[in-house]
């Protein structure tokens, strides 16, 4: 373990470590634009200079391309390391249209930043911005503002590195570069491209669905888990802080997904989603089931318990097809309330995949898109091709049952979250929250559980299935 | 493209197993010499022979100042402007040609004959100023020289 | 005149160039000998001994550079041959490509066998057209004669060679660029570390040197290294090529050994001024070396470490005479817009700052130019000292520097009078 010191303080380095690894995994922090610790070392923009002390003199270079060595001495804050830091910002910001008013990057931006940290002081530059496109139609998904582009090349090496997908390049050369998508427009197709979006330092890649749709700090995030396929990525679901509530405005906006981006978890995704999960939306504001019904007629929540628990009383033999978008502690609740009233409870499959939707690599994407088979499999059975004719009743929690091939004359009780034609025809219906309503925890299919945490508080005549499973299991009505 | 696989394969010949990357620039200045540009199909066929990456074939394209992707005059007439050949004349012999050929550097007359380029320099500066004239270098040129090797053009 | 000759040492004919004329002249001996009675290690070590310097621009000791690569690490080692020749100014390997194809081929063969490199490549810029075929014929011929692919010379070493051209990019005959662009990219510069000897072309070690160091090679081999170190000066030893362009009556290519007075090689070889100007000032190694004025090249003798001490460098050997009544504002500007056009655009010092030198120094001569945009010319060449990834940015940088410095009142009196000090002339002399 080589010692170094950083600004004299002795640092034990790892021998393979540069110099800016080893400042910041013991608290020191250097900027850096173009350095990403999940990409190759480009060094181009020349941020992260330090000041090297020896016998001979000083010299400045880069540190996050600088190996450690055995008893150097680094300065990351001398006088010459702030007045380089300040030149390069001055080039950073001499063609950069710092239109920060209008840029959904702003609040997060590495340039703010460290314009405000490190720099302070207007450009010396007296003549007109070179000038390049705005609004570049990058994909289906992403515009590209290529004044804003620092051009750090972390977007065209996350291309190369980590999706594979060899979408994206630089074109030209000097102060015309321009970062470009293969012109076959194979950036369409790369699953993981909106991971660009994050891992751009300034306000150059925007998303799409995001576009001028919320300034970043009247958003929050809440960790949570993507239910897109049984891999299970961490992420963070961005949703409007409640000191910063809509009330004149469209107050839907106030439980709204405003976006989805990447939580760093080494042992599931690393610091990348697919792009399935950045669209959680389209999955969890599907219009939503908020009326028990008792054959399509409403009723108040408590009447369609006491009937669910009637019917479950009086079946003789019950089947239940337990939803795998349950959590692992609704799942134990079911188990643990309801399973001795089954004659057999199955895991169902809620949801299959998408047309068009890739179904399986080998980086993130897995083939079972429900995100907890893994945790309902360990406590249930794999669903059967057809349920046992003799069932009375079956319970179905969750999508993805088809109700034609259930035996026929069984009773049905449901839980669902989404509006559904089957909903009116169940002998029983009770809407249930969903997982951006509850805590929880999901089992990825390597045996990793991850937690999430509600984001909005479900309706009152929404159940949560927890409880549910308790109130559903007693026997007598002690009041009735 | 297609036709010129064969001499592909015998430059390969010379390259250490697997520098098929390698290959992208030799192959797309013999698409050039070959068409006078390298159009679209080309570079499809490029990356369906070599394996490589689209994208890397489009930024070898725009980085490199002598390969194109559209066609020019028969007659591409390349004057240097750095410092040797300045020194020497070359800018009234540029607005010589500009004037001769009525057009401005980048352009290309009407009749599809020249187009006319600066370029910086050449590597020529003794026999400042240089012209090149499609491959071939001119050197120690002036406008009666220029003229004289113009005029005999198709 | 000049001193004595190492390369050109013959005289030009219509088929000086060729292999017979080569092999008459003695070529391949060396080569032979080398194969017969020579260990790899032994050629490093002699051509280390010489003393030799790279003659692309840096002046970096061949030898050292060549004792990085270890023979024995189990790994291929590539040579590549640096004939980008980019530096404006520079025209002299281009002298070594069409006269002595043969000369850089037998030096590379035997480089090659002192590296144990089994595939060596030339890279040659793009538009050399002549030099391109004197070399590829060259090539063949040399392949025919079984100089090149297996048991050469009935010796177990085998060693391949590919001609490869660029395309049109100036920043492509740095060495590094140069690798990405044999790697079929575009040329992008590498940061160091790993230098390249450690990780180059397809990250395997890799030598690179220009034409006319490697030509060197033979010479040193065959004669010895104490001979070629009693040529020259003690620590600039041999001869250096010099590609002279520029207000003079005999630009071209001479061959100099160290030492030579530069104000005897401009009346003896050189011809004297054009039009019997007075001498203004010299860019002497290409136009990234530092301006010096007629004062301070006069006394020099040309021998690099006496212009080192003179705050510049002999480069590249693209020497460049000014006359008096050229302009140095409109010099400048021809410069600027060369670095704007070739900066490769990856590293931010360099992208921003050429384009802003530029647009500063074309607003000046418009007659839109402010006091204060000499010190920001100042600034944007100081900003780029030693921040970069190729030596581009900084070189630029000092070369603008020099000359806003030792020509301050041109750019002061075109500021303030919106008109050149004289007349925005850069062609003197002969009209
Ligand atoms: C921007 C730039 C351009 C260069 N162009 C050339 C060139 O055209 N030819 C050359 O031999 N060296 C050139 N060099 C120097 C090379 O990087 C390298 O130092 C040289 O080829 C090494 O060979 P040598 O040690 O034999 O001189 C250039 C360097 C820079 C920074
Ligand atoms: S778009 Fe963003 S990530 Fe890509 S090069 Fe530009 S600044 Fe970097
Ligand atoms: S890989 Fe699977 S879990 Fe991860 S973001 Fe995509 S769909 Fe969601
Ligand atoms: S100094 Fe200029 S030419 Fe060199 S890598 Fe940086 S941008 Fe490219
Ligand atoms: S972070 Fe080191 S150069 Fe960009
Ligand atoms: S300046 Fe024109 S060839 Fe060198």
Redesign the pocket.
């Known amino acids: 373990m080589p010692e170094i010191f950083i600004d004299g303080q002795a640092i034990q380095a790892e021998p393979d470590q540069t110099v800016l690894q080893a400042a910041l995994a013991n608290g020191i922090f250097i900027p850096y634009f173009c350095w990403h610790p999940h990409l190759s070392v480009h060094g181009n923009c020349r941020i992260c200079v330090v000041e090297v002390e020896a016998k001979g003199g000083s010299w400045l270079d880069i540190s996050c391309n600088m190996p450690v060595t055995e008893g150097m001495h680094v300065l990351t804050d001398s006088e010459e390391v702030r007045a380089q830091r300040k030149a390069i910002l001055q080039f950073v910001t001499l063609n950069h249209p710092v239109d920060c008013g209008i840029c959904d990057k702003a609040g997060e931006c590495t340039l703010q930043d460290y314009h405000f940290a490190y720099n302070g002081s207007p450009s010396i530059s007296r003549d007109a911005k070179v000038h390049a496109t705005k609004f570049f139609d990058l994909s289906k998904r992403i515009v590209l503002d290529n004044e804003r582009c620092i051009l750090c090349s972390r977007c065209v090496r996350f291309t190369r590195e980590i999706s594979k997908s060899h979408a994206l390049g630089i074109e030209n050369r000097a102060d015309h570069s321009l970062v470009r998508p293969a012109e076959d427009r194979r950036f369409d197709d790369d699953?993981?491209s909106d991971n660009v979006i994050d891992i751009c330092p300034v306000g150059a890649l925007l998303s799409k669905q995001f576009l001028y749709k919320a300034r970043v700090w009247y958003l929050e995030p809440t960790p949570s888990?993507?239910?897109?396929?049984?891999?299970?990525?961490a992420?963070q679901i961005w949703h409007r802080r409640p000191e910063w509530r809509l009330n004149a405005l469209d107050p839907r906006q106030n439980a709204e997904i405003a976006r989805?981006t990447?939580l760093e978890n080494p042992a599931?995704?690393g610091p990348?989603?697919?792009?399935?999960?950045?669209d959680?939306a389209r999955i969890f504001e599907r219009a939503r089931a908020e009326q028990p019904m008792l054959k399509g007629k409403p009723v108040e929540l408590a009447a369609a318990i006491d009937a669910a628990r009637r019917l479950i009383d009086e079946a003789r033999h019950a089947v239940a097809l337990v939803s795998n978008w349950g959590s692992n502690e609704e799942l134990a609740a079911f188990k643990q309330a309801l399973a001795g009233r089954f004659a057999a409870s199955f895991v169902k499959r809620d949801r299959q995949p998408e047309p068009g939707e890739r179904i399986e690599d080998d980086?993130?994407?897995?083939a079972d898109?429900n995100?907890n088979t893994a945790g309902a499999r360990a406590l249930f059975d794999d669903a059967p091709a057809a349920l046992p004719d003799g069932a009375d009743l079956v319970l179905v929690w969750g999508e993805g049952c088809d109700f034609g091939r259930l035996p026929r004359g069984a009773k049905t009780v449901f839980l669902g979250s989404y509006l559904a034609p089957e909903n009116g025809h169940a002998d029983v219906f009770i809407p249930v929250s969903i997982q951006t309503e509850r805590r929880g925890s999901y089992t990825?299919f390597a045996g990793t559980v991850s937690p999430f945490e509600p984001c909005f508080a479900k309706k009152p005549s929404v159940a949560d299935a927890e409880t549910l499973f308790a109130a559903l299991a007693q026997r007598e009505r002690a009041t009735a | 493209m297609r036709h010129l696989i064969p001499e592909f394969e015998k430059m390969k010949a010379r390259y250490p197993a697997g520098f098929e990357s390698s290959l992208v620039l030799p192959c797309l200045r013999r698409i050039q010499d070959d068409r006078g540009f390298v159009a679209d199909s080309d570079i499809d066929g490029l990356v369906a022979y070599l394996g490589v990456p689209r994208v890397q074939v489009e930024e070898v394209l725009s980085f490199y100042t002598q390969l194109r992707r559209k066609p020019i005059g028969r007659w591409h007439v390349q004057t240097c402007r750095n410092v040797s050949c300045s020194m020497r004349g070359a800018e009234r012999l540029i607005d010589h040609l500009r004037k001769k050929l009525g057009v401005a550097p980048g352009e290309t007359t009407a009749d599809g004959r020249f187009t006319l380029s600066t370029v910086e320099c050449l590597g020529s500066c003794g026999t400042a100023p240089v012209v090149m004239l499609n491959d071939a270098y001119h050197e120690n040129m002036s406008a009666e020289k220029v003229d004289a090797l113009l005029g005999g053009l198709e | 005149m000049g001193g004595r000759k190492l390369l050109m040492t013959f005289p030009v004919t219509a088929t000086s160039h060729t292999l017979a004329d080569y092999r008459a002249r003695g070529g391949y001996e060396t080569l032979a000998k080398v194969l017969r009675e020579k260990k790899p290690e032994d050629v490093t070590k002699e051509v280390a001994a010489s003393g030799l310097q790279g003659r692309g621009g840096a002046a970096f000791p061949v030898g050292r550079k060549w004792q990085v690569v270890h023979l024995d690490d189990g790994q291929p080692h590539y040579l590549c041959a640096n004939a980008d020749e980019g530096e404006p100014g520079t025209f002299k390997d281009r002298w070594i490509l069409e006269n002595a194809p043969h000369l850089l081929l037998e030096s590379m063969l035997i480089s090659s066998y002192a590296l144990q490199v089994r595939n060596a490549f030339v890279y040659i810029r793009g538009e050399f057209d002549l030099p391109y075929r004197r070399l590829a014929a060259a090539v063949e011929e040399a392949y025919e004669a079984g100089y090149f692919g297996t048991d050469i010379l009935g010796s177990p070493f085998a060693c391949d060679i590919v001609v490869y051209r660029g395309a049109g990019s100036y920043v492509c005959g740095e060495a590094s660029a140069l690798i990405t662009s044999i790697e079929g990219k575009r040329g992008y510069p590498r940061n160091r570390p790993p230098r390249l000897t450690v990780k180059g072309l397809y990250q395997k070690p890799t030598v690179i040197n220009n034409v006319e160091s490697l030509s060197n090679v033979t010479g040193i081999v065959r004669d010895g290294a104490e001979a070629f170190k009693k040529v020259g000066t003690p620590k600039a030893p041999g001869t250096r090529l010099f590609s002279v362009s520029g207000h003079i009556n005999k630009p071209g290519v001479y061959e100099v050994e160290g030492g030579y007075p530069f104000a005897d090689f401009l009346r003896n070889e050189l011809g004297g001024m054009l039009g019997g100007r007075k001498l203004k000032a010299v860019i002497p190694g290409g136009i990234s070396a530092k301006v010096l004025t007629a004062a301070e090249i006069e006394p020099l003798p040309l021998d690099q470490p006496v212009f080192e001490a003179a705050g510049s460098t002999l480069g590249s050997g693209g020497m460049i005479v000014i006359a008096e009544g050229t302009c140095m504002v409109r010099l400048l500007q021809v410069m600027l817009r060369f670095y704007h056009h070739e900066s490769c655009g990856q590293c931010t010092p360099c992208r921003e700052g050429m384009g802003w030198l530029h647009r500063v120094i074309d607003r000046i001569v418009a007659g839109e130019g402010r006091l204060e945009d000499i010190e920001t010319m100042h600034h944007v060449s100081r900003w780029n000292d030693g921040t970069t990834i190729c030596g581009m940015g900084d070189a630029a940088g000092y070369a603008t520097v020099a000359i806003l410095e030792k020509f301050r009142d041109e750019f002061e009196y075109w500021i303030a009078n919106k008109r050149s000090k004289c007349n925005g002339v850069l062609e003197v002399g002969n009209a």
Do not use: D, M
């Open positions: 699953p993981y888990v993507c239910p897109g396929c049984e891999r299970g990525c992420v989805v990447p599931v995704n990348w989603i697919c792009n399935k999960g950045r959680l980086f993130l994407i897995r898109k995100p990825n």
